[in-house]
């Protein structure tokens, strides 16, 4: 599977389809069902299901149960900070867990590797979210629809 879910973190895979969902949200004037946020991302059901929940969790996504029911934003896209969705979904710093993953235990260098290069990924994780703090999901979709 190519989408894993790693202690209270995520891959940052579920943040593009995250973000496609909201946007998905946005163009639309009703709620829509996860079978309809799947289809249109190529994701399963019940995976749009999980990749759902922590957007509804922070306040970004409503849901509404039922025959009829689904998702739809909980407020205008435009006060959507992508930086909020990132946030909402805990993504794993994936730089962070590179170079510890791929570090032998027997490295000679490794202990002095590992906090240094902590270091620079925490940085790099605040620059990230200091960029995605700029960004809307409707600043999103506009930039999308402005493509050739």
Sequence with gaps: MDFVKEGNSVSPRWFGLALQALVILMDSDHVCSSTSIADNTNAGVTFMRRVMAPLVKANIVKAREGRDGGYLLAKPANLIK?????????????????????????????????????????RAEEQILKLLDEYTVADLANAQSRQP
């Design 82 to 122: 992508l930086s909020e969705v990132y946030r909402a979904l805990q993504v794993s710093n994936p730089l962070s867990a590179a170079l510890d993953e791929s570090l032998d235990e027997n490295f000679p260098h490794r202990q002095d590797l590992c906090p240094v290069f902590a270091q620079i990924a925490e």
